[in-house]
């Protein structure tokens, strides 16, 4: 965004105006967190802090997240989107440097793998709360 100071490296997160994150709604903010923690290796964020309604994990860069929010009335998405249905509202990509392993990888950690798959260098799941996700060949 215009106008916006950067950070600069090793400096602490809330000291920087340059960090962003993406917040998903969970019917389980906790465990959804934790599934992404582990897929990712990315660490949680304030583990010692986290409540039932909200919980966050870091990339270790300091400057992006995702948390995951708890929505009492959560329904799971459809995908592909069918008429009415609960529509995806987005869903999260990940540049994979092999497909194969990190499909093994993602479905020993509890992804489901979408039955509908539209491209050959990507994989869709469903994470936990239904969320459809992607990893890619880079």
Known sequence: MRGRRRGTPGQDRWERADWWGVVVDS???KALATFYSEL?????WKPEEMDAGEA?????????GITFHLKEDYVRPTWPNTPG???MMMHLDFEVSDL????AY???HGAVLAEFQP?????VFYDPDGHPFCLYAG
Do not use: H, M
């Open 40 to 44: 990712l290796g990315w660490p949680l």
């Open 119 to 123: 491209q050959a260098d990507v994989r």
């Open 100 to 103: 194969a392993e990190a499909t």
């Open 106 to 108: 993602a479905l020993e």
């Open 27 to 29: 019917s389980d903010p």
């Open 85 to 87: 249905e609960q529509q």
């Open 56 to 64: 966050a994990i870091d990339s270790g860069e300091g400057v992006v």
